[in-house]
């Protein structure tokens, strides 16, 4: 934790909203899981920001949310899966036959490689 963090974190009195990065501080969340949980419902941003647009979250809601145990656990689970599901997309994206070509590809290219070099070194000699 920086000392900007800390010094915020240690503030009386906290301004009304924050944005994703103090939300993420007061909850203990990394700033990009913030918008995983919210687009799964879990955290609610302020009025109708748009989709590209900064995002405020409310104080109280976060301190509500902070104070909770099952939502923690909730959060958790699903910042969990998320990771999961991104996982599984990756390896079903290269299947087994895709990375064995491309180590045998990988392996030719070095195999040429050494061969051109060794040409070289012989040429030079």
């Given at each position: 934790?920086?000392?900007?963090?800390?010094?915020?974190?240690?503030?009386?009195?906290?301004?009304?909203?924050?944005?994703?990065?103090?939300?993420?501080l007061l909850?203990?969340?990394?700033?990009?899981?913030?918008?995983?949980?919210?687009?799964?419902?879990?955290?609610?941003?302020?009025?109708?920001?748009?989709?590209?647009?900064?995002?405020?979250?409310?104080?109280?809601?976060?301190?509500?949310?902070?104070?909770?145990?099952?939502?923690?656990?909730?959060?958790?689970?699903?910042?969990?899966?998320?990771?999961?599901?991104?996982?599984?997309?990756?390896?079903?994206?290269?299947?087994?036959?895709?990375?064995?070509?491309?180590?045998?590809?990988?392996?030719?290219?070095?195999?040429?490689?050494?061969?051109?070099?060794?040409?070289?070194?012989?040429?030079?000699?």
């Open positions: 934790m920086n000392a900007q963090d800390e010094q915020f974190l240690n503030l009386k009195t906290l301004p009304a909203r924050v944005r994703v990065e103090e939300a993420a909850l203990g969340f990394s700033p990009h899981e913030i918008p995983i949980l919210a687009a799964n419902g879990l955290i609610k941003p302020l009025g109708h920001p748009p989709v590209t647009g900064v995002k405020y979250f409310s104080i109280v809601a976060l301190e509500e949310l902070r104070k909770d145990e099952k939502w923690l656990a909730r959060a958790s689970d699903c910042i969990v899966q998320y990771w999961q599901d991104v996982n599984q997309r990756r390896r079903v994206a290269q299947p087994a036959d895709q990375i064995r070509e491309t180590r045998r590809d990988l392996k030719r290219r070095l195999r040429i490689s050494a061969l051109r070099s060794s040409r070289f070194e012989s040429a030079v000699e």
